[in-house]
């Protein structure tokens, strides 16, 4: 029989951080209390970045640590999806420009649908690529809003040759109320700490995770990896010691350089795990929610040549300071800046256009003439070199993992933008072709001609009456990438 397990593992953590003191110099007239939060960082989106953008880009890395790995089913998880009623796995799988004929399904609904949409793969056994991404918004000067953190982490499940064997999962489904967003409200609403605590954190995790390791015949002392989610790194100390799990076997919580960051915050911490762990170890994950979702692994041979490019680590080490409370507020849109009388215009989105250029929109896909071997975005009837002009010789070219360099851009502070000012520009690609497009993650004055670029899915813009995200690729600095 074939293990079951776990091919590859991949987490995206947005570039910018906020400096949490930040946040406590600004409402600290309100909630003196706030200072006892005060030290590092949370992750935070920049204007074009939702849960879909980062599940992308989690995605992009999982499936560049496996070449060939081909997914039956594609399930995203998340809270915070851009849209209620459209599929939003569907839109991760064209962008990463899978094909058609697959499964997708979304999760939501609870901080545990990550790990649930995990579980289901693992039982589940088919090639399945799981993204769970969250991008929470909390109140103004509230601790929740010091305490979290915005990311996405991607899984690749399967019977090919994984780094971690599935051993067993069990879960636990209790309607305990620690906190609750309502339909169609915007933040929490959280319970008092320690009654959370007391009544329900340390009295659900401990016997869901006893229960696990008795199916598996495990003790407490045998895992090396132990990883508690969603309770932070104090809580999850006492868990841990009700459990008789040694303190050294506990994971990072990533609380102080990260944030929690909700669904994706276990696959998160496993990862980090997984990036570091040695052949035949073991893992014990358990992630509190409503209940207590738990699973165990144990590593196999394979991981030793398993490596990931972009590890939690050197994306922690990378991020770029950002101390601007108001522009972080304004990026969350919990406060309404006036952009002037250009910004008023209405931004209806052509449906039926989109649909006729969804393949290139979404999966960046461009064509490669068979004549001349020239490229070009769009793809086009003709061939856009003049020395060939072939008429209905191209074929598909994916541009999204293509790297160029800038050939023009201008930064303009009177074109309408949510992060002023908008940069656009042509890119020539290293292997032929120039488009002209948006720039993302450079900050004004660090364009220049010949800079390094790469490819990343990012909202082009919404649509404030009917609340639709256009989405397209944008050419970010290749630099932060080689960083990480």
């Known amino acids: 029989m074939l293990d079951t397990g776990i091919i590859s593992i991949a987490a995206y953590l947005p570039r910018l951080r906020l400096a949490r003191q930040a946040i406590v110099n600004a409402n600290k007239w309100a909630n003196p209390a706030l200072a006892s939060l005060a030290k590092g960082h949370r992750t935070i989106c920049t204007h074009d970045e939702d849960s879909l953008t980062m599940g992308v880009e989690a995605g992009r890395n999982c499936m560049a640590a496996t070449p060939g790995f081909s997914a039956d089913l594609v399930q995203f998880a998340s809270t915070t999806a851009p849209f209620a009623d459209r599929a939003n796995a569907v839109i991760l799988a064209e962008a990463l420009a899978l094909p058609a004929d697959l499964r997708c399904a979304d999760f939501a609904g609870f901080q545990g649908c990550g790990v649930t949409a995990l579980i289901d793969a693992l039982e589940n056994g088919r090639p399945t690529l799981t993204v ?4 929470r918004v909390a109140r103004v000067a509230s601790a929740q809003e010091l305490t979290l953190g915005h990311g996405a982490a991607a899984v690749a499940t399967g019977t090919r040759n994984p780094i971690a064997r599935f051993v067993v999962a069990h879960c636990t489904s209790v309607d305990f109320v620690d906190h609750y967003r309502a339909a169609k409200a915007q933040t929490d609403y959280l319970l008092e700490e320690r009654w959370v605590r007391d009544e329900g954190h340390i009295k659900l995790a401990p016997a869901a995770i006893k229960a696990v390791l008795q199916k598996a015949a495990w003790q407490a002392g045998d895992a090396d990896h132990v990883i508690i989610a969603g309770v932070g790194r104090n809580v999850a100390r006492q868990i841990a010691d009700l459990c008789a799990i040694a303190p050294d076997r506990l994971a990072d919580t990533l609380d102080a350089s990260c ?3 909700g669904s994706a915050h276990a696959l998160i911490m496993l990862c980090h795990v997984l990036e570091r762990a040695a052949p035949g170890q073991k893992i014990l994950l358990a992630n509190v929610a409503q209940g207590c979702q738990t699973l165990l692994l144990e590593t196999t041979d394979a991981i030793a040549a398993w490596k990931s490019d972009h590890t939690v680590r050197q994306q922690l080490d990378s991020g770029v300071e950002d101390e601007n409370y108001l522009r972080f507020l304004s990026f969350s849109e919990q406060i309404d800046v006036d952009w002037g009388v250009r910004a008023e215009r209405d931004n209806r989105t052509a449906l039926s256009a989109f649909n006729r250029h969804r393949k290139a929109v979404t999966g960046f896909i461009g064509g490669l003439c068979t004549a001349c071997g020239a490229r070009q975005f769009p793809k086009g009837q003709y061939c856009v070199n003049p020395e060939c002009r072939q008429s209905d010789a191209l074929v598909d070219e994916p541009f999204q993992h293509k790297t160029g360099t800038v050939k ?11 992060n002023p000012p908008l940069r656009y520009g042509n890119v020539s690609f290293d292997d032929g072709g120039v488009i002209m497009m948006e720039f993302s993650d450079f900050e004004p004055g660090q364009l220049a001609v010949g800079t390094p670029v790469r ?8 649509d404030p009456r009917r609340r639709f995200h256009r989405y397209f690729w ?8 080689k960083a990480r």
Request: charged share 30%; aromatic share 8%.
């Open 474 to 481: 944008k050419a970010a600095p290749l630099s932060m990438m």
């Open 408 to 418: 023009s851009y201008t930064e303009d502070w009177l074109a309408v933008t949510t």
């Open 132 to 135: 769970a991404a969250d991008k």
């Open 455 to 462: 490819c990343v899915f990012r909202i082009k813009d919404r």
């Open 259 to 261: 944030g929690e960051t």
